[in-house]
């Protein structure tokens, strides 16, 4: 078993790389790059960020009666920003589009097997 | 020249596997959907931490952007999210 570090730290360190990546493009994009230790620094916030927020979507599914974290629970999340609140929605309902064609693309497969049998 | 398409995101299986770690109970579990949800969420959050962050840098004159500026615009950040 390798030993790469606990969980936690495993976890932290993936939200850092790709912390990393984003202030990198960022920083070209803009041509002003960041810091060492402010990439680590917003890394840090988001991993913390994360803790409120998996302690807010619970709460919103057991008040719902749930014990699944829906995407209902994840739209009450981002109900402070209202442009915040309009990306998730859109976003909702385009994967529940792209769900939708997957489900019709499975079906289309499986009534073509079906009827060569 | 950018790729555009190639878009930095979170990893749905990351974000799965650190949100449930911080739920109070065994028996909550993430949905599909959500998880995706929660990686674009995430995805803007650093987004904005960082594009806030090179704001207050450009605003005080300086070429790069240091953890004083982050610090500077956090409270803001924390509150609208």
Redesign the interface.
């Known amino acids: 078993m390798s030993a790469a570090g606990s969980r936690p730290q495993r976890l932290k360190a993936a939200v850092h790389f790709t912390t990393g990546r984003i202030c990198q493009k960022m920083g070209e994009d803009h041509r002003k790059e960041f810091s060492r230790q402010t990439v680590a620094a917003i890394a840090e916030t988001a991993f913390r960020q994360c803790d409120i927020f998996a302690k807010d979507l619970e709460a919103f599914a057991r008040h719902a009666k749930r014990s699944m974290v829906s995407a209902e629970d994840v739209k009450l999340v981002a109900r402070r920003s209202n442009a915040l609140s309009v990306y998730i929605q859109n976003k909702s309902e385009e994967l529940a589009q792209e769900q939708k064609k997957k489900n019709a693309a499975k079906k289309k497969s499986k009534d073509a097997e079906e009827s060569r049998e | 020249m950018?790729d555009k398409d190639e878009e930095?995101?979170?990893?749905k299986e990351?974000?799965s596997?650190?949100?449930?770690?911080?739920?109070?109970?065994d028996?909550?579990?993430?949905?599909s959907?959500?998880a995706?949800?929660?990686a674009?969420?995430?995805?803007?959050?650093?987004?904005e931490?960082?594009?806030r962050?090179?704001k207050q840098?450009?605003s005080e004159d300086c070429?790069?952007?240091?953890?004083e500026?982050?610090?500077k615009i956090?409270p803001q950040l924390?509150?609208?999210?």
């Open positions: 950018a930095i995101c979170f990893r990351t974000i596997k650190l949100l449930t770690s911080f739920f109070k109970e028996k909550t579990k993430l949905s959907e959500a995706l949800l929660m674009e969420m995430l995805k803007i959050f650093v987004q931490a960082a594009i962050s090179q840098a450009e070429d790069k952007v240091d953890i500026h982050f610090e956090l924390l509150l609208d999210f």
